[in-house]
T-cell receptor, first 116, second 112 residues
Framework: GAVVSQHPSRVICKSGTSVKIECRSL??????MFWYRQFPKQSLMLMAT?????????EQGVEKDKFLINHASLTLSTLTVTSAHPEDSSFYIC????????????FGEGSRLTVL | GENVEQHPSTLSVQEGDSAVIKCTYS??????FPWYKQELGKGPQLIID?????GEKKDQRIAVTLNKTAKHFSLHITETQPEDSAVYFC???????????FGRGTSLIVHP
């Protein structure tokens, strides 16, 4: 299947700093990428839908100024957690939809963020 | 919008037994149903999917069945192995937006 690369896999930062997570589709072009947050032993919670060249669509309750999403190219989307606080600590996962396929989603390996 | 219910939340089986995980969905317009396997600390991995124009799909020890009338679909794993232990998520996607709605997940434990 298609490959989605997510980096970094783990990041530890101090409270108040910003952290950027990258999501790349390695062997296909992704017009749409999704960002999820996952709490321990829970399902994936959709944070936002990222479309190449346009502003991201955020789910209700997700602060767009806190979680900045940029989808500048067909293979790269970034999530920046701004002014991170301990409650932002979580597992963040991106997924990408293959441009040529309908419905098939491929996930990155996830990024574990720990805010001290 | 779509609502996907997944059962059971935990499933414990002996190695070699079969495991079945069931999901129901609410949106009759949903037409694509993937299953994902998530190992600890990793992202979900697509293991099998089915579209609404077929009733069953099989890939070695894994199969998925779809009942459109009853609006439910199931994951079947035969001859389970310890490495099958993981959390499995079902999802439903409605035509048009293709934003998936995930089930709550099933923790499968295969005892050697």
């Amino acid at each position: 299947g298609a490959v989605v690369s997510q980096h970094p896999s783990r990041v530890i930062c101090k409270s108040g700093t910003s952290v950027k997570i990258e999501c790349r589709s390695l062997d296909f072009q992704a017009t749409t990428m999704f960002w999820y947050r996952q709490f321990p032993k829970q399902s994936l919670m959709l944070m936002a839908t990222s479309n190449e060249g346009s502003k991201a669509t955020y789910e209700q309750g997700v602060e767009k100024d806190k979680f900045l999403i940029n989808h500048a190219s067909l293979t790269l989307s970034t999530l920046t957690v701004t002014s991170a606080h301990p409650e932002d600590s979580s597992f963040y996962i991106c997924s990408a939809r293959d441009r040529g396929e309908t419905g098939e989603l491929f996930f990155g390996e996830g990024s574990r963020l720990t805010v001290l | 919008g779509e609502n996907v219910e997944q059962h059971p939340s935990t499933l414990s089986v002996q190695e070699g037994d079969s495991a079945v995980i069931k999901c129901t969905y609410s949106d009759s317009a949903s037409n694509y149903f993937p299953w994902y396997k998530q190992e600890l600390g990793k992202g979900p991995q697509l293991i099998i999917d089915i579209r609404s124009n077929v009733g069953e799909k099989k890939d070695q020890r894994i199969a998925v069945t779809l009942n459109k009338t009853a609006k439910h679909f199931s994951l079947h794993i035969t001859e389970t192995q310890p490495e099958d232990s993981a959390v499995y998520f079902c999802a439903g996607l409605s035509g048009g937006s293709y934003i998936p709605t995930f089930g709550r997940g099933t923790s499968l434990i295969v005892h050697p």
